[in-house]
């Protein structure tokens, strides 16, 4: 029998009001046993469930009828390979009047490929290996005419004898002749993991709603190409630290320094075939994932003993967990010194210097002439860069930032063509919009001609505190004056695994289901916000809370933790910070004297002591 047959609806006594993120211990889906919650994503939750006296995966959809899981579970059925989970069973849940697509999936025991690199520092052939097996998987993908368009670290699972490889998670996968979904210019994915390809299209077509990005193999070997470079070297191919709108310009026209450059321990042979697949044009890379894979025994087969050295030293200190954000300076000395030779370039312009052709000359794709309505008003690094390295950002996904850790492409309301898979490891988070350009209100902005004039750069540094130039926002107040932390929350800090300057991600708000997330009312006072996405320590919907200061910006010190998985509040010293680890949050240009508003999400970070 058709295992997507049980999708279609039945007649059906409701099972009872339980939201089908919540399961208890012990609850039926159907006829598997709930033990216990695996995960959770934007659009699903990840069950352990029981039968017939063993474990699989459930993933359950948060909305009702969700098109995402159908259309994942047709193209699980479609793929079989042993490096792709399976599915064993698909069907409905009855929560009340609502009914929930569910896919019943292997179990796979195992870690994501980076925390188990992280916990076992393999050597460069033991890493080829499981690339290799990747790109089988992969292979076995697109002979179904079909693309997996999440390929990442998270959606791989290493199991417990490190010699095999599952991938994992085709929610956000497509296949020729399935019904569209997609309602943004991009298609679901990991931001740092998208190819030059998609990134010149989106630029190309950011106002056309109509249009569509369709990836196809070359975009999954790219993502390949920034997996591998990931887990070989423990950085990704273009810093993290950058403003989005560097990253996205340092991605269309930057070469990747090679693997090897970035860890001299990774063979040359290996360094090779990375860079290729990082290659800009899609015809550079290799033709198909076979190719890849074929390439890789080939160069493992013929390694010599440098294959056979741990990557990393053990002894050095671990990576941080997915997801934990550091504070630190934007990439290497090349990327710093490229970064400020392109505001300077950009500067130079709005001076009138060099002509724009000549300035984007390097970056073909990356148009200068759209505009953008977002009435968000950055620092230096976004009005500089806003228009000629594209202010249109904020009009293909919601997202303000790249961040370390593969973070999602998340979308507020969630796109119908997102997707979690059996086990996600990495939830979407709630991610900020991208810089953008000036508003035309702007005094800046020349109402005859439109065209917009920045001083001189050496007068603007002085103005501008990290981000947050001045914008509409009312006169300066003073700072909060410092103050010590409470008692036990350096230690809270410890215990949980974190250090000064790791942030977690928080909605100043607790949004309701349906309800449109906007700029947020608030008040000095008490506060409490919401923790957004799921870290090894800290489960995704814990709280903290403290109290706000509305000054210039408005600052919160938060002083106690409370976690979702139960127990007693937890003394912690975290400060609010903006997508730039920024003290504070920027008040928004409709923002009076007597009612402040602020973007609804940022972070709250780590400190030894309130500043």
């Known amino acids: 029998m058709d295992l997507l ?82 599915l064993r069973a698909a069907g409905q849940w009855v929560g009340g009047a ?74 956000a996968g497509d296949y020729e002749g399935a019904t569209p979904l997609t309602t943004h210019v991009l298609p679901p994915g990991t931001e740092v993991y998208l190819s030059p390809e998609a990134m010149a299209f989106a630029q190309l077509h950011a106002t056309t709603p109509e ?65 290729r697949l990082l290659a800009k044009q899609p015809e550079n890379r290799h033709a198909h994932a076979r190719e890849v894979a074929e390439a890789l025994e080939k160069a493992s087969s013929e390694g010599g003993a440098e294959w056979d050295e741990p990557l990393s030293d053990a002894k050095k200190k671990a990576p941080k967990p997915q997801g934990v954000l550091r504070r630190r300076r934007a990439g290497n000395p090349r990327e710093r010194a490229w970064m400020w030779q392109q505001l300077q370039k950009k500067h130079r312009l709005r001076e009138g210097g060099p002509s724009q052709n000549d300035a984007v000359a390097s970056a073909p794709h990356l148009s200068s002439r759209v505009p953008v309505n977002r009435k968000k008003h950055w620092g230096l690094r976004g009005l500089v860069l806003a228009i000629a390295v594209g202010g249109s950002l ?9 961040g370390e850790g593969d973070q999602e492409i998340a979308r507020v309301p969630p796109s119908p063509d997102a997707g979690t898979g059996a086990a996600p490891f990495e939830a979407p988070i709630s991610a900020p919009a991208a810089p953008a350009a000036l508003d035309k209100d702007d005094p800046r902005v020349n109402p005859l001609s439109g065209s917009t004039s920045y001083p001189k750069l050496s007068k603007v540094l002085p103005l501008c505190v990290g981000l947050a130039c001045a914008g509409g926002s009312p006169a300066t107040r003073p700072m909060p004056p410092p103050e010590e932390c409470p008692p036990g929350a350096l230690q809270t800090m410890s215990d949980l695994g974190f250090e000064e300057g790791d942030y977690l991600h928080v909605s100043m708000i607790v949004p309701r289901k349906g309800e449109k997330r906007e700029n947020v009312l608030v008040k000095e006072g008490p506060s409490t916000v919401l923790i957004t996405r799921r870290y090894p320590t800290v489960p995704g919907k814990s709280f903290v809370s403290g109290r706000l200061l509305v000054g210039d910006r408005v600052y919160g010190r938060y002083t106690s933790l409370v976690l979702a998985s139960g127990g007693p509040p937890l003394p912690v010293c975290m400060e609010l910070v903006d997508i730039g680890v920024n003290r504070g949050l920027e008040r928004e240009p409709e923002s009076s004297e007597t009612a402040v508003k602020v973007y609804h999400s940022g972070a709250v970070m780590f400190v030894d002591r309130f500043e």
């Open 211 to 275: 249009a569509h990005y369709k990836a196809g193999p070359a975009d999954d070997l790219y993502s390949l190409g920034v997996m591998a470079y990931r887990v070989l070297t423990g950085q990704y191919p273009f810093s993290t630290h950058l403003p989005r709108d560097m990253f996205w310009l340092a991605v269309s026209t930057q070469p990747a320094r090679s693997a090897r450059e970035a860890n001299p321990r990774v063979p040359e042979a290996l360094a090779a075939i990375v860079h």
């Open 5 to 86: 047959r049980a999708l279609l609806p039945r007649a059906k006594p409701p099972e009872g009001p339980t939201p089908p993120d919540a399961l208890p211990q012990g609850r039926r889906v159907g006829p598997w046993r709930v033990v216990r919650p695996l995960g959770q994503g934007g659009n699903g939750t990840v069950y352990l469930v029981r039968r017939w006296g063993r474990h699989y995966a459930l993933k359950l959809a948060t909305c009702p009828g969700d098109p995402r899981l159908v259309r994942e579970g047709k193209l699980l059925q479609r793929v079989k390979h042993p490096g792709v989970v399976k």
């Open 394 to 402: 904020a009009l293909l996904t919601p997202t303000r930032q790249v």
């Open 98 to 171: 609502e009914r929930f697509p569910y896919l019943v999936m292997e179990y796979v025991e195992g870690l994501p490929l980076y925390e188990w690199a992280r916990q076992t520092c393999p050597t460069a052939r033991q890493v080829t290996r499981l690339l290799i097996q990747t790109a089988w998987a992969l292979e076995a993908v697109h002979r179904q005419h079909a693309v997996h368009r999440d390929v990442k670290g998270g959606n791989t699972l290493v199991r417990p004898d490190g010699k095999q490889l599952v991938l994992m998670d085709l929610g």
